[in-house]
């Protein structure tokens, strides 16, 4: 089985700020690595798949990169709607995993 | 637009057996795989079965010989049959599609979750 480690657990960050979130597979999954946003009291939201393709409505401001062991998740300019917890998958290998998720909040 | 939608949550005893069921429509459901997962409270995501179109199924392991996945192509419903539970499998279980493409894929489309809660 594939672990996915995240990093950090949570970071709190001022509006505008830049974000950078880590996501760290314990073998390579070349470049098989998604990102979801969970709002609290939400299900998962797909934000990027492919390490580096935005889902369809998902703002510029995201983005993700990356290959093989060693992910990010890049949010530009932080929006108080940005709020949430942000959990990475691999897919390259079943069983499918999910890191514990980095929860984002605002400063 | 797509939409999946699940049912059959609720409270049941250890050891006890329970069936979901995620109704989906917007999109041609026979020619997705699909997928659930679950989330217990307060905890991440965990993967845990997938159909094919084809029928063919895989498990977490820690689900392996107590949950059944199928699908019934003709109501356009997935189906988690679930037994033998223990409160570890206290979760929401969400259903999801997909993206287009060879599995597995990253889910591109979520239910809005059901909760099944194993508890004497």
């Known amino acids: 089985e594939i672990v996915i480690m995240q990093s950090p657990g949570t970071l709190s960050v001022s509006p505008g700020e830049r974000v950078a979130l880590s996501c760290r597979a314990s073998q390579s999954v070349g470049s098989d690595l998604a990102w979801y946003q969970q709002k609290s009291g939400q299900p998962p939201r797909l934000l990027i798949s492919d390490t580096s393709t935005r889902a369809t409505g998902i703002p510029a401001r995201f983005s993700g990169s990356g290959f093989g062991t060693e992910f990010t998740l890049t949010i530009s300019s932080l929006q108080s709607e940005d709020v949430a917890i942000y959990y990475c998958?691999?897919?390259?290998?079943?069983?499918?995993?999910f890191g514990g998720g980095t929860r984002v909040e605002i400063k | 637009q797509f939409h999946v939608v699940e049912s059959g949550g609720g409270v049941v005893q250890p050891g006890g057996s329970l069936r979901l069921s995620c109704f989906s429509s917007?999109?041609?459901?026979?020619?997705?795989?699909m997928y659930w997962a679950r989330q217990a409270p307060g905890k991440g995501l965990e993967w845990v079965a997938f159909?094919?179109?084809?029928?063919?199924?895989k498990y977490i392991d820690s689900v392996r010989g107590r949950f059944t996945i199928s699908r019934d192509n003709s109501k356009n419903t997935l189906y988690l049959d679930m037994s033998n539970l223990t409160p570890e499998d206290t979760a929401v279980y969400y259903c999801?599609?997909?993206?287009?493409?060879?599995?597995?894929?990253?889910?591109?489309?979520w239910g809005q979750g059901a909760l099944v809660t194993v508890s004497s």
């Open positions: 998958q691999q897919y390259n290998m079943w069983p499918l995993t």
């Open positions: 999801g599609k997909p993206q287009v493409g060879f599995a597995p894929r990253p889910l591109d489309v």
């Open positions: 917007g999109f041609v459901f026979h020619t997705f795989g």
């Open positions: 159909v094919e179109n084809d029928g063919s199924k």
